[in-house]
């Protein structure tokens, strides 16, 4: 029988502004390293040996070396880096989502009977 590794166990991770997530949470909750280099403003995040560097600002990441262009430029956001998954589940094949509810419906006032749901996002729900 293989041995229980609870690293493998889904987790939460708070939602950013703009559907983003926080990179030192993700990188070091799945058991990773990252390291921010306060001269050049890159963030280094290692996982299952595979590198990925950011920089706030700047839609390209690097992945061992190579650049992938984000869908979702990275950010600070209250001294957070925050960015979107993409990368990072591609490059450590790991998967996550956003976690939701939706609202009552209430009529469109724009269109006669027709009516609009409000969804609201939660947290993401990250499966190592």
């Known amino acids: 029988p293989a041995e229980y590794d609870p690293s493998l166990e889904p987790f939460t ?3 950013m502004e703009n559907y983003l997530l926080p990179v030192r949470a993700l990188t070091e909750t799945l058991g ?3 390291h921010w280099d306060p001269v050049t403003g ?9 590198e990925i560097v950011l920089h706030p600002g700047v839609d390209i990441a690097m992945v061992d070396g190579r650049p992938v262009k984000m869908a979702l430029t990275p ?3 209250n001294g957070t880096l925050a960015a ?6 591609d490059a450590w094949g790991v998967d996550g989502f956003l976690t939701h509810t939706q609202g009552e419906m209430t009529p469109d006032p724009n269109d006669p ?5 409000e969804t609201f996002h939660h947290d993401w729900y990250i499966i190592p």
């Open 113 to 117: 009977g027709a009516f609009l749901i």
């Open 13 to 15: 991770l708070p939602q």
């Open 84 to 89: 979107g998954g993409k990368p990072f589940f």
């Open 75 to 77: 950010e600070v956001q």
């Open 32 to 34: 990773g390293v990252c």
């Open 42 to 50: 890159d963030v280094t995040c290692i996982y299952r040996g595979v």
